[in-house]
């Protein structure tokens, strides 16, 4: 309910109604046949949408709930409601806006839907290209041009409590796991992302990972790390679900560097904010060719897929013990370090020769902190498709050696005596 632009908005009405579906197409197996959304993200959607609903509430604003789709669900709260105007986050990637194009389609035709950018640290009004078209192909040039003369935007406030609502009709029951067609969780004690979802419990980690522990001091020096929960901020499944906003991020990294420390970390968590904010222009340049083999390099590109080299590589049964523990985390726990995201990437795109785009399915499903552009833009980037300039292929043998010398996570995650 925090720096929400379209919450804002929409309290500019006399009356307002909130509305959350857990569209059955997000929850349906892919052509690969990974759920995609699994249960990781699933539990912690779950979460934060049970925090959303206390919020909202706190504020007299009902959060109805749907297991249907869209397009079928909200035309029903429109007639029963009256409604007249619709204000919700601008999408544009594939699914989102095939989502978006069904709902207008199934809306009374005098319905205003107002859409929003509501998920930059640089807002695209703010950016200094005339159109999406001349975003840079290269990160460094995007950085450069945005970070000296694009300021960042205020966070909204929080709305004002409104008089209670007195709605009569039923909100809807929060799903459990099993409703949406999944298994519950079983935490792993190894896990390095024991948290969970919604924003009271974002906000509770950067207190902690900031202002209590001052790990921010030392962020760049240690992000790198693969055991524990604070080699770095775990910020991403929050951001990804827009629990906490870049720009609440951003704000509180300027409040630290005031009051305790200005260093190379400090800045380096910003550094990786416009990261963020550049595979999102990536996808908004390009479009669908983020989802397509040759990525938006149109490289010709190998197609090959084994199923029986993906099973090896998700089950950590691989030649090379780096690469499997890192596997063996993210089947665990939904989580994998940024150090070892990259080595994975590059181990089945390049060592393995396989289609890129069954690696990011299958991230899609079990990551806790899934973006769409993220994740597709990073995969494109390991791949030899994307924005690296450089088509760097990883060594998992010297990566293991650089940052896990000792050898401790990967006897954490291969030798199951230890649990």
């Known amino acids: 309910v925090e720096d929400n632009v379209s919450l804002t908005a929409a309290c500019q009405s006399e009356r307002v109604v909130c509305v959350y579906c857990f569209d059955p197409r997000y929850f349906e197996n892919d052509l690969y046949g990974f759920p995609r959304t699994g249960k990781f993200r699933a539990q912690f959607l779950l979460e934060t949408v049970s925090a959303l609903k206390q919020a909202l509430s706190a504020l007299h604003i009902p959060l109805f709930i749907s297991l249907d789709l869209p397009e079928k669900a909200i035309p029903i709260l429109v007639k029963r409601f009256g409604v007249t105007e619709i204000h919700t986050q601008k999408e544009w990637t594939r699914d989102e806006r095939l989502v978006g194009q ?124 693969l055991l524990g929960t604070d080699y770095s901020s775990k910020f991403s499944p929050w951001l990804a679900n827009g629990s906490l906003s870049a720009r609440m991020i951003y704000h509180q990294v300027r409040r630290y560097e005031k009051e305790l420390v200005k260093n190379q970390d400090t800045y380096w968590m910003i550094f990786e904010l416009i990261w963020r904010d550049y595979f999102k222009y990536v996808s908004l340049k390009h479009g669908d060719l983020i989802f397509y083999p040759g990525g938006i390099r149109h490289t010709s590109w190998n197609k090959d897929f084994s199923p029986a080299l993906l099973d090896r590589w998700i089950s950590g049964r691989t030649t090379d013990d780096f690469i499997n523990a890192n596997m063996k985390e993210i089947a665990r726990t939904g989580w994998m370090s940024n150090r070892g995201r990259q080595n994975v990437a590059s181990y089945w795109t390049h060592h393995l020769r396989q289609d890129w785009r069954v690696g990011a399915a299958y991230f899609e499903s079990v990551l806790l902190d899934y973006d769409v552009h993220s994740n597709w833009g990073n995969w494109m980037y390991n791949s030899g498709v994307g924005n690296d300039p450089r088509d760097r292929v990883f060594n998992p043998e010297l990566q293991a050696k650089r940052y896990d010398p000792q050898g401790r996570y990967r006897r954490l995650w291969l030798e199951p005596s230890l649990f």
Do not use: M
């Not at 041009?145 to 709605?167: D, F, Y």
């Not at 809807?172 to 796991?177: S, V």
């Open 102 to 225: 069904a709902l207008l389609k199934a809306l009374p035709e005098d319905t205003k839907v107002f859409g929003y950018y509501d998920q930059f640290l640089f807002h695209p009004r703010d950016i200094p290209f005339s159109d999406f078209s001349q975003i840079p192909g290269v990160f460094t040039l995007f950085r450069k041009a945005c970070e000296k003369t694009v300021p960042v935007r205020e966070c909204l406030p929080i709305p004002e409590k409104r008089a209670a609502s007195g709605w009569a009709a039923p909100e809807g029951e929060i799903p459990t796991l099993e409703q949406l067609g999944l298994e519950s969780p079983v935490n792993d004690p190894r896990s390095a992302f024991p948290f969970h979802g919604g924003t009271p419990e974002g906000l509770r980690r950067i207190n902690s990972y900031f202002w209590e522990q001052n790990r921010l001091r030392y962020y760049k020096k240690t992000r790198n790390g």
